[in-house]
């Protein structure tokens, strides 16, 4: 297993197998990484490859290519994604989180937000159920080959249940959001 420490710094890896980063107000640019866990505050990270990536991240900036599993808590904290290959377990506190591609075959994505923006968009060949708790956030779930129902938890407070399925075929896959104000997009 690989140890890294940077603070102020930046670093260019090709592949780290396992490993664990801790940085602050740092780059790090990673080719390729199999299993990572991240300790950060204000950094920026360019994952073009990877495996299984945990992130403990306050204020930091997350660029990835192919990202197969996601976990972890963030605060202040802007993922983007290109493709999203198996799971996604993460909490956001006033970030944002873009996935660009969910491949068709996703087992499971679980998300808790406070104040959080949230887009993801599938594979037009996906199909899975979805489960959002939402307390006064703005929700939009994909018009086309959904079916959805919203139900009301408490209208005074704004507190709605959307659910629903997407495609036909869904199996055990899921989506499940929990979120307080912020916007999920779901395309």
């Given at each position: 297993?690989?140890?890294?420490?940077?603070?102020?710094?930046?670093?260019?890896?090709?592949?780290?197998?396992?490993?664990?980063?801790?940085?602050?107000?740092?780059?790090?640019?990673?080719?390729?990484?199999?299993?990572?866990?991240?300790?950060?505050?204000?950094?920026?990270?360019?994952?073009?490859?990877?495996?299984?990536?945990?992130?403990?991240?306050?204020?930091?900036?997350v660029y990835a290519g192919d990202i197969s599993e996601l976990?972890?808590?963030?605060?202040?904290?802007?993922?983007?994604?290109?493709?999203?290959?198996?799971?996604?377990?993460?909490?956001?506190?006033?970030?944002?989180?873009?996935?660009?591609?969910?491949?068709?075959?996703?087992?499971?994505?679980?998300?808790?937000?406070?104040?959080?923006?949230?887009?993801?968009?599938?594979?037009?060949?996906?199909?899975?159920?979805?489960?959002?708790?939402?307390?006064?956030?703005?929700?939009?779930?994909?018009?086309?080959?959904?079916?959805?129902?919203?139900?009301?938890?408490?209208?005074?407070?704004?507190?709605?249940?959307?659910?629903?399925?997407?495609?036909?075929?869904?199996?055990?896959?899921?989506?499940?959001?929990?979120?307080?104000?912020?916007?999920?997009?779901?395309?």
């Amino acid at each position: 297993m690989s140890e890294f420490t940077l603070n102020f710094g930046e670093a260019e890896i090709e592949y780290i197998a396992t490993g664990n980063i801790t940085s602050t107000f740092s780059k790090f640019v990673i080719g390729e990484c199999g299993d990572l866990s991240f300790n950060s505050t204000s950094s920026r990270y360019d994952l073009k490859k990877a495996g299984r990536v945990k992130f403990e991240s306050r204020r930091d900036k997350v660029y990835a290519g192919d990202i197969s599993e996601l976990e972890g808590a963030s605060y202040f904290t802007d993922f983007r994604i290109e493709s999203l290959l198996k799971s996604m377990d993460l909490t956001l506190k006033y970030g944002s989180l873009e996935v660009e591609r969910t491949e068709s075959r996703f087992e499971n994505i679980t998300l808790t937000s406070v104040f959080s923006d949230i887009t993801l968009a599938f594979d037009p060949a996906a199909s899975y159920n979805f489960e959002i708790k939402h307390t006064n956030a703005f929700v939009v779930t994909p018009g086309k080959n959904t079916k959805s129902d919203k139900e009301a938890l408490n209208e005074d407070k704004k507190e709605y249940l959307t659910t629903g399925t997407y495609g036909s075929n869904p199996g055990s896959r899921k989506v499940e959001i929990e979120a307080t104000r912020g916007n999920i997009y779901l395309k």
